[in-house]
Structure formats: structure tokens, C-alpha cells
């Protein structure tokens, strides 16, 4: 990643495959928070995305609140990518898929959160399916609820092991975990030992991340 105040040196850089940005370092610094704040802009994004090949469809368990007033917008809105929610509550996944959207109140704005359908937890086919076109899969089900999505997503890393995948699945856990992260360990045994047998186990320790994040 190369960042300076001088653009025909950032262009050079992105002309060689670096991944830029122009800042004006006497204003702002290049002190952390402010980088990590620019790598969340437009113009970091799509870079990333493009030199990493993210995908742009994700799953996401879970339509409430962080499901869908942060996911959704995130993913879909600001981020173009086509998301979907698996819930349980089949009157909400009803609504949903009439519309193919969903409003989101922003402030005094009302936006409008479209490419997304959503999925019934018992539907384990449609999650499956939908498991193997995405690399990006997201818990936003309560940390106390997170081992209930263990069966579905052994089920996938089988289904990707059969198809000889050998890009990394992401699981991303939006469920504000303690400090100590124990919850990500104990989700990583658990899964491992629902996969049983030591190939899926072995794939999946090389093909499979684990992340944490704080709404």
C-alpha cells in the first residue's frame, strides 16, 4: 500500500500495481486512525476489492438490527454487493423477497437497501447454494447464538472441499466478542469437530478465517 501527498507519485505506484491513495500529509498526518479511516473510502475500496478479488455476493445469518442497519448497508449500499440474509422468522423473509429491499432510516433520511433476498434457516439447500457463490459470510445472530449456524456452515466448507475450492472462505462474527476473543476459538473447535473427518478439518484450517469485528 503507498500513500503521498504528491499525485504523479501515487499514479506511478498504481500504474505497478501498488494500491494508493493521495493524501495531503501536512494537514491530516499519516497517523493510524486516519489511515484506517481513508482505507474505508471509495477510492481504497475499490482497489482492494479489485487486487484481492473479493467477491461481491455475501451471506449474511441474522436480519435484525446489525443485520441489516449495518451489513445491509454496508455491504449492499455503500458496497454494491448482493446479500443474503438467512433468518427464521418467515413473515420478515416474506417482506423481504416481495420487494427485494428494504428501507433504512439514516438520520432524518430514509434509504433504500436493494440487491438483497433472504432465505429461511431451514432452507439448508438455498444456503448451501448460496454459501459456494459467496466468500464472505457473516454472523450477526447474538454471540450466544453463533454455534446454531455450525451445522450450515460445515455444510458448506464440505460443499467447497468437493468442488476443490481453493479460495479462503472469511467468516466475519459482528457479535461484539469479549476482549479475550475465547468465542473464536471455541467456534473453531466446535466446527471441527462437527466436520469429523481429518481431510474437511485439514482444509478447513487451510482455506478458512475466523474474524471478530465491534458494532
Known sequence: VFVDDVPEFTQRAR?????????NTAEVGLKDNF?????????WRSQVRDKMGFPKKALVFGMGRVGRAHLGYYLAYL?????TFVDKHQERIDELNK???YDLKKGDEYLKISSVEAVHL?????????GLESNL??????PTKIHSTIPLIAAIIEARFRQDRQDPLHIIFAENFSFEQSEISDFRMALERALVRPELISYAQNKLALVSTII
Open 15 to 23: 500504474n505497478k500495481g501498488m494500491i494508493t491513495t493521495t493524501v
Open 35 to 43: 489511515l484506517l479511516n481513508e482505507l474505508l473510502t471509495g477510492e
Open 79 to 83: 458496497n454494491g454487493f448482493s446479500v
Open 99 to 101: 420487494r427485494r429491499a
Open 122 to 130: 431451514d432452507d439448508q439447500e438455498a444456503i448451501i447454494r448460496t
Open 137 to 142: 459470510i457473516f454472523t450477526a445472530v447474538g
